[in-house]
T-cell receptor
Framework: AQSVTQPDIHITVSEGASLELRCNYS??????LFWYVQSPGQGLQLLLK??????LVQGIKGFEAEFKRSQSSFNLRKPSVHWSDAAEYFC?????????????FGTGTRLQVFP | DTGVSQNPRHKITKRGQNVTFRCDPI?????LYWYRQTLGQGPEFLTY????????KSRLLSDRFSAERPKGSFSTLEIQRTEQGDSAMYLC????????????FGPGTRLLVL
């Protein structure tokens, strides 16, 4: 069965530091991969997505992610974190190419940013 | 484009009562999804519609849960005889059927069952 693992439940960084959030997936075919961000009490906002092509994808708010098929990973990165980036981050996988009927989410990583 | 909207944003109810939530998708989107998110977890798929047809239901969707999308526009999710375990955030998302579709989420309805 498809699954998504986010190994880090909680990460704390200082403002201005670099960030990498890990995501590993288990999927039998080429996946569609997503990163969403959720602020407290809010819905999910799409940061970026990977469907095919260039394995390094750029998203909003200065985030990027790299798809590594050999490692079944899709890690999210940002070179310099801002205090407003404090939120919960979810990695998700779609079930099949051209068919994102349902997304399978990881359990999320909560990011805390210290000034 | 006003995004996906959900009402109410918060609902407190007593165990055994029925509740209904509404989702209005992005206007040109013909797919609509419901997810449930409990504390400390990622969203879990419940069901989805393409136009007015309900195409898939998760085993999480017990017979106390029913979802409709009667005219292929807004959708309602009803929970009958609520239980404390139903307390969660209920998220709605919509997408088009175009290639490389993306699901866009609403703000969610937070349900607390006392």
């Amino acid at each position: 069965a498809q699954s998504v693992t986010q190994p880090d439940i909680h990460i704390t960084v200082s403002e201005g530091a670099s960030l990498e959030l890990r995501c590993n997936y288990s999927y039998g075919a080429t996946p569609y991969l997503f990163w969403y961000v959720q602020s407290p009490g809010q819905g999910l906002q799409l940061l970026l997505k990977y469907f095919s092509g260039d394995t390094l994808v750029q998203g909003i708010k200065g985030f990027e992610a790299e798809f590594k098929r050999s490692q079944s990973s899709f890690n999210l990165r940002k070179p310099s974190v801002h205090w407003s980036d404090a939120a919960e981050y979810f990695c998700a996988v779609g079930p099949a190419p051209y068919n994102t009927d349902k997304l399978i989410f990881g359990t999320g990583t909560r990011l805390q940013v210290f000034p | 484009d006003t995004g996906v909207s959900q009402n109410p944003r918060h609902k407190i109810t007593k165990r055994g009562q029925n509740v209904t939530f509404r989702c209005d998708p992005i206007s040109e989107h013909n797919r609509l999804y419901w997810y449930r998110q409990t504390l400390g977890q990622g969203p879990e798929f419940l069901t989805y519609f393409q136009n007015e047809a309900q195409l898939e239901k998760s085993r999480l969707l017990s017979d106390r849960f029913s979802a409709e999308r009667p005219k292929g526009s807004f959708s309602t999710l009803e929970i009958q005889r609520t239980e404390q375990g139903d307390s969660a955030m209920y998220l709605c998302a919509s997408s088009s059927t175009a290639i490389q579709e993306t699901q866009y989420f609403g703000p969610g309805t937070r349900l607390l069952v006392l």
